[in-house]
């Protein structure tokens, strides 16, 4: 088990070729910064052409469908973006669970699917802001995670949680870091209830507007293992900031 800080960067519907440079440029700067384990998820489109570019960094895709295979136009299974270069995939981000109605039923089916075609999977939860507001939060992750982390034997050493409010997501706003460790804390007590001991291991990232400038705070809060980073994570100047906050970070003493 690996307990270096996990940064990883979801490009969302970001990239064309032009942004293999970027790529190159991070894997390059990942290479002098071994304290952190960095990966990004770019669109399906590039994670053959990035895989390529970048040897060190993990290479992860944004989203799978729950299928093998069939007549599913326009979608891409499991096998096929790990064929791509993929070794994991985000699955139940908030932008999907939003823009393509996916239930937590589905976002298991995925992550399912995903294990056993030999892929890592990121299982993003995350309350909005009326959740939030109406003191609903931890209810509402708690759920999440009872209906879309993956059963089956061996699953838990594949997982990575990230827990990412939906309203500090491409907002500039984030929790505070006593609320991201409230629940970071209430999310690992749920992981060990499901996996028992194999739960304490599963990584908790934080995800939501993390930037250079408040990635060393956010970083040390309770039980945050890593960060997924969006728009910060576009460019490899600012997507370095946070892998340097990381590496950092990780001497410090915060267990
Ligand atoms: P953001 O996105 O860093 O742009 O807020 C995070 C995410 O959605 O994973």
């Known amino acids: 088990m690996t307990t270096r800080p996990y940064i990883v960067g979801n490009w969302k519907m970001h990239g064309t070729r032009a942004m293999l440079a ?5 894997d390059r700067a990942a290479e002098r910064l071994l304290k952190v384990e960095v990966a990004i998820a770019p669109p399906f489109t590039l994670i053959h052409a990035t895989r390529k570019e970048a040897n060190l ?24 973006a790990k064929d791509a270069g993929a070794g994991f995939t985000i699955v ?18 995925k992550a399912e699917a995903a294990i056993a075609a030999g892929m890592n999977v990121i299982v993003c939860v995350g309350e909005t802001e009326a959740e939030r507001d109406s003191g609903k939060a931890e209810a509402v992750v708690a759920n ?25 997501i491409g907002t500039g706003r984030t929790p505070t870091v006593d609320d991201i460790g409230t629940m970071h804390r209430h999310i690992r007590e749920k992981l060990v209830a ?47 900031g946070i892998i340097i906050a990381a590496a950092a970070e990780d001497q410090d003493d915060k267990s």
């Open 22 to 26: 970027e790529a190159r440029a991070i």
């Open 57 to 80: 960094i993990g290479i992860g895709a944004q989203d799978v469908h729950a299928a093998d295979g069939g007549a599913h136009t326009g979608d891409i299974s499991a096998a096929m």
């Open 92 to 109: 139940g981000h908030s932008e999907r669970r939003a823009d393509h109605k996916e239930t937590n039923a589905l976002v298991k089916e």
């Open 144 to 168: 999440q995670l009872s209906g879309s982390l993956p059963e089956g034997e061996g699953v838990a050493e594949k997982i990575t949680v990230a827990y990412e409010p939906v309203w500090a």
């Open 194 to 240: 499901t996996f028992g001991e194999e739960g304490e291991a599963i990584r908790i990232l934080y995800g939501g507007s993390v930037k250079p400038d408040n990635a060393a705070e956010l970083l040390a809060a309770d039980e945050v293992g890593g960060a997924l980073v969006g728009g910060a994570s576009l460019t490899a100047e600012s997507f370095l």
